[in-house]
């Protein structure tokens, strides 16, 4: 056991204080600006190092009921550090997919959002998606998973677009007196010119 005196254990303290100091010093020359739950976690951190240090120290003339404590402690500052870091994510936006942003819900610095209150519209500029709302329960069993499409646009008169099925609902919904089944068709192509909601003529090959 290593025994130290009051002015040894002072003069520790003050240069684990200076340490944190210098830590959060550097923090701010990086030009980051710190919340109370980055500070919080800078605070765990510490006290983690803290923690291992003094099992080192313990390894060196072993005691098992210090070193009990010694790990007990060490335990509990991970299990803050984790906990901190979970708290963060929770004040983090992060998008389930890479794309663009196209639109943002009248959002203004400093304005509180309830959660599940939709915020931005985001999408993937990479490939295009048309879904059908009138294919009758008639046509349906015609229609296969990979079958090819041709599309026309009501925006491009003349012009056509190839594209696949990638998806048939297995749920009807009634639509103008008729039982229809949605249909989602992917484009093989993207086209800079497609926008949101257009009116698209589909016309299922071999159907």
Known sequence: MVIQKEGEHDEEKDNLSEAFADLLQTVAENEENLDQKQIDMLLLVSNLEIAREQLDRLN???????????????????AHIAAAETALKNYELRAPFAGTILSLNNLTVGKTVNAGFPIAFLADLSSWQVQTTDLAEIDIASVTIGAPVTIKLDAFLGEEFSARVVKIDPVGREH?????????????ESDSRFLWNMTATVEINGK
Do not use: W
């Open 60 to 78: 060196e003339n072993i005691n098992p009921d210090l070193l009990s404590v010694a790990e007990a402690r060490l335990d509990a500052a991970k």
């Open 176 to 188: 103008l007196g008729d039982m229809t089944y949605q249909v989602t068709l992917e484009l093989d």
